[in-house]
């Protein structure tokens, strides 16, 4: 019997040795778990991986309408050459880019017409000085009653039917630019010269050395790009969110991906058959590779918010969930983070809005700059 209690006894002290040997080990359990969960980062690897820490900073977010157009210029920076006469090239040298000032010469025309309107203007110019003293002489003559006032007139209606035609020649001398006094003395020209009426680029070309243009026919077009603006189309839901005055942003897809600040002008005035309305916006600043009707994608700002934000590359998309690290402690050898979830959401010119889950603070320090490679790495089983 006391073989038997002694035994009993030691089985009994045996569990009881377990039992708080257990207890031991699940009390210490909670800390060393969330020790794991913090991701250490020494000094040395710090400066190594060019990390960087931030704070979550204030910044207006809103939502982003689009509207499409094309770069164009101003009706007076854009000119069609065309002819009141008709004639065949017999001089140009222009291509399509060419530069030139207003008032150069772009082309010259040739046609045996042009000798003809010169000689009519010649002779008619001689009868006109011939009947102004006849009709002089006569309206002496019928005040002293030599003559009847149907002889007189009769010399009248010559003079001014004369007169007339001298001024409609004179008119045409004119639109040939060529000189009256020139064409007076008898020095005629097969050939007249067409002026550039603006300063600006040869943009279309439509003409060759022979070619026959016919009157009113187009020859070339010039345009000046020293201003350019925006044609938008915007649709008609999105007008009353557009004023003129307000800023809007804009990227020539094709060319950059540079964002690019311009203010509307004019709002069109008219709602056009596919429900948009035309919107005239001037840029800030002219990119010297900003070229006539290149296509345009606009941006328009509404419902603008203040928020906080942080970094774009402070934020990293793990299993379904966004977190950003935020510093938990610093030693002196070493960083500890910890994760922190946030709402996911979308950048805004390498910045995102910081809207977060997990409580947080106005002073906490967050890794804005390696994030991604952090959490990488400690998902996988890797320390640092």
Same mark, same amino acid.
């Given at each position: 019997?006391?073989?038997?209690?002694?035994?009993?006894?030691?089985?009994?002290?045996?569990?009881?040795?377990?039992?708080?040997?257990?207890?031991?080990?699940?009390?210490?359990?909670?800390?060393?778990?969330? &020790?794991?969960?913090?991701?250490?980062?020494?000094?040395?690897?710090?400066?190594?991986?060019?990390?960087?820490?931030?704070?979550?900073?204030?910044?207006?977010?809103?939502?982003?309408?689009?509207?499409?157009?094309?770069?164009?210029?101003?009706?007076?920076? %854009?000119?069609?050459?065309?002819?009141?006469?008709?004639?065949?090239?017999?001089?140009?040298?222009?291509?399509?880019?060419?530069?030139?000032?207003?008032?150069?010469?772009?082309?010259?025309?040739?046609?045996?017409?042009?000798?003809?309107?010169?000689?009519?203007?010649?002779?008619?110019?001689?009868?006109?000085?011939?009947?102004?003293? &006849?009709?002089?002489?006569?309206?002496?003559?019928?005040?002293?009653?030599?003559?009847?006032?149907?002889?007189?007139?009769?010399?009248?209606?010559?003079?001014?039917?004369?007169?007339?035609?001298?001024? @409609?020649?004179?008119? %045409?001398?004119?639109?040939?630019?060529?000189?009256?006094?020139?064409?007076?003395?008898?020095?005629?020209?097969?050939?007249?010269?067409?002026? @550039?009426?603006?300063?600006?680029?040869?943009? %279309?070309?439509?003409?060759?050395?022979?070619?026959?243009? @016919?009157?009113?026919?187009?020859?070339?077009?010039?345009?000046?790009?020293?201003?350019?603006?925006?044609?938008?189309?915007?649709?008609?839901?999105?007008?009353?969110?557009?004023?003129?005055?307000?800023?809007?942003?804009?990227?020539?897809?094709?060319?950059?991906?540079?964002?690019?600040?311009?203010?509307?002008?004019?709002?069109?005035?008219?709602?056009?058959?596919?429900?948009?309305?035309?919107?005239?916006?001037?840029?800030?600043?002219?990119?010297?590779?900003? %070229?006539?009707?290149?296509?345009?994608?606009?941006?328009?700002?509404?419902?603008?918010?203040?928020?906080?934000?942080?970094?774009?590359?402070?934020?990293?998309?793990?299993?379904?969930?966004?977190?950003?690290?935020?510093?938990?402690?610093?030693?002196?050898?070493?960083?500890?983070?910890?994760?922190?979830?946030?709402?996911?959401?979308?950048?805004?010119?390498?910045?995102?809005?910081?809207?977060?889950?997990?409580?947080?603070?106005?002073?906490?320090?967050?890794?804005?700059?390696?994030?991604?490679?952090?959490?990488?790495?400690?998902?996988?089983?890797?320390?640092?």
């Amino acid at each position: 019997m006391k073989i038997t209690y002694s035994i009993y006894l030691f089985i009994m002290l045996l569990i009881a040795g377990c039992n708080s040997s257990e207890q031991k080990t699940q009390t210490t359990t909670p800390n060393n778990t969330e &020790e794991d969960e913090l991701i250490k980062v020494t000094k040395t690897q710090f400066e190594h991986a060019k990390l960087k820490l931030g704070k979550a900073d204030s910044t207006n977010f809103s939502e982003k309408l689009t509207a499409h157009g094309t770069i164009d210029v101003p009706p007076k920076n %854009k000119a069609s050459v065309s002819t009141f006469f008709e004639g065949y090239v017999s001089n140009t040298s222009l291509l399509i880019g060419d530069k030139v000032k207003k008032g150069d010469v772009l082309i010259e025309l040739s046609n045996p017409e042009y000798l003809s309107i010169q000689q009519d203007y010649a002779e008619n110019n001689a009868q006109l000085k011939y009947l102004a003293s &006849e009709y002089q002489r006569k309206k002496n003559l019928l005040a002293d009653k030599v003559i009847s006032q149907k002889v007189f007139e009769e010399t009248r209606s010559l003079y001014k039917a004369a007169q007339a035609k001298d001024n @409609a020649l004179q008119k %045409k001398i004119t639109l040939m630019r060529l000189s009256h006094k020139q064409v007076l003395n008898g020095n005629f020209s097969e050939s007249i010269k067409i002026y @550039a009426p603006i300063s600006g680029s040869i943009s %279309k070309m439509f003409v060759s050395q022979g070619s026959f243009v @016919a009157k009113s026919a187009p020859i070339m077009e010039i345009i000046n790009t020293e201003h350019v603006h925006l044609e938008l189309k915007v649709f008609e839901k999105d007008i009353k969110y557009l004023s003129e005055g307000q800023t809007i942003e804009f990227q020539i897809p094709e060319v950059s991906d540079s964002i690019h600040k311009a203010y509307i002008r004019l709002i069109g005035a008219e709602i056009e058959s596919d429900r948009s309305i035309k919107v005239h916006a001037h840029p800030e600043n002219e990119a010297n590779y900003f %070229k006539v009707g290149m296509f345009v994608k606009a941006m328009f700002s509404v419902n603008t918010q203040k928020m906080l934000s942080l970094p774009e590359a402070a934020f990293t998309d793990l299993e379904g969930k966004t977190y950003v690290l935020r510093l938990k402690e610093t030693q002196q050898d070493a960083y500890y983070f910890e994760k922190v979830t946030v709402e996911n959401s979308l950048q805004h010119n390498g910045i995102k809005p910081f809207i977060p889950i997990d409580k947080t603070s106005p002073e906490d320090v967050f890794l804005v700059k390696g994030t991604f490679d952090l959490l990488s790495e400690s998902s996988g089983g890797h320390s640092h």
